[in-house]
């Protein structure tokens, strides 16, 4: 049985970039709450029943969605997956939510979007996803947006971490082994921290818990100012004191993936900073941090 006072948050995905961030920082942020930091093994977001059941047990005051169907490629050829973790998943998560009154906090991405757009895009701008990765995230805030009830959906873009799978973390692989790099520059967006993610995730749940209003809504969160992958490579290595390798700008569809991407990945960041008061870092001072931390580990 659960004590009323107490404070609860549920967290799927807790293995993943965002995740383990979040493992690190909720319990420094709520030392009494009780937190269940859920991963596929414990909670399988493609197991419908067993997600109702899990999460009406531990009746959450927060759930916080950081587990998702991410191999982009993959998703192409397995539809049918990404549908259900990343928009039948919340749907289950977002009803519950409304039904106890707790506040879900949901990541989506930049891939919503078909980069045809010249400025900054804009939480209203017309969606239209090139890949099923960004169809079935599409989805997925339909779905949350259309049940209502109280909820905050981050759209964000280039999430890295010191641990995980990331472009950041393959760059600074790949310069040991090769001098040469081939890199596309036709590709615009800001890279994120999952650390900033997690610490503003959590700044929400302070808010959630203090009363403090919050509009529920699509808000982008995203390091400011932008880049291409080619002068990001270029600042990881920098930021690596790594001048050995060649980088060598190349065009999109040079290398062709499985999915399509978007040329425009940059998200105006307007709105999370006039409606919940959060200015996000430039992209260059958190890949710097996160850089130092890698080198520190592998000191
Ligand atoms: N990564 C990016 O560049 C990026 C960009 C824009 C938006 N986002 C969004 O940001 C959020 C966090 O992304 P991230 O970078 O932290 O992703 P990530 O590192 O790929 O983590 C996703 C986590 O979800 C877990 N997961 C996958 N299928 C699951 C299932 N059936 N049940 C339970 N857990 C499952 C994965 O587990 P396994 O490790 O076992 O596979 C993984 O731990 C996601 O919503 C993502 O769509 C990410």
Redesign the pocket.
């Known amino acids: 049985m659960n004590s009323k006072d107490q404070k609860r948050i549920l967290v799927?995905?807790?293995?993943?970039?965002?995740?383990?961030e979040l493992a690190r920082q909720l319990p420094t942020t709520f030392p009494s709450a009780e937190i269940l930091m859920?991963?596929?093994?414990s909670?399988?977001?493609?197991?419908l029943t067993q997600l109702k059941e899990t999460i009406s047990q531990f009746s959450p005051h927060i759930i916080i969605?950081?587990?998702?169907?991410?191999?982009v490629d993959k998703a192409e050829d397995d539809q049918e997956?990404a549908y259900?973790?990343?928009s039948e998943?919340p749907k289950v998560l977002a009803k519950i939510s409304k039904s106890t009154d707790a506040l879900l906090i949901?990541?989506?991405?930049?891939?919503v979007f078909d980069g045809m757009k010249k400025e900054f895009y804009k939480e209203e701008d017309i969606t239209n996803p090139l890949n099923i990765?960004g169809k079935s995230?599409l989805k997925g805030e339909q779905n949350i947006v259309s049940i209502g009830g109280r909820f905050l959906i981050?759209?964000?873009?280039?999430?890295?971490?010191e641990h995980?799978?990331?472009?950041m973390r393959t760059i600074l692989r790949l310069a040991q082994e090769r001098n040469e790099l081939s890199i596309v520059n036709d590709q615009w967006g800001s890279p994120?921290s999952?650390s900033w993610?997690a610490e503003i995730s959590n700044l929400l749940s302070q808010r959630f818990f203090s009363k403090h209003p919050l509009e529920s809504g699509i808000y982008h969160a995203v390091c400011r100012e932008e880049t291409n992958w080619f002068d990001y490579a270029h600042f990881i290595l920098e930021c690596a004191n790594i001048d050995n390798v060649s980088l060598i700008p190349t065009a999109t569809g040079v290398t062709p993936t499985k999915a399509k991407r978007p040329t425009n990945s940059r998200l105006s960041t307007d709105k999370i900073q006039s409606k919940l008061g959060i200015l996000p870092p430039p992209w260059k001072n958190e890949v710097q941090r996160i850089v130092s931390l890698i080198l520190k580990e592998t000191e």
């Open positions: 799927t995905g807790s293995k993943g970039q965002v995740g383990v859920t991963d596929r093994t909670l399988d977001l493609s197991n969605n950081a587990g998702a169907y991410t191999a997956t259900i973790i990343n998943a949901h990541y989506s991405t930049d891939y990765y995230k981050l759209r964000t873009s280039w999430v890295y971490a995980g799978h990331n472009f994120t999952a993610l």
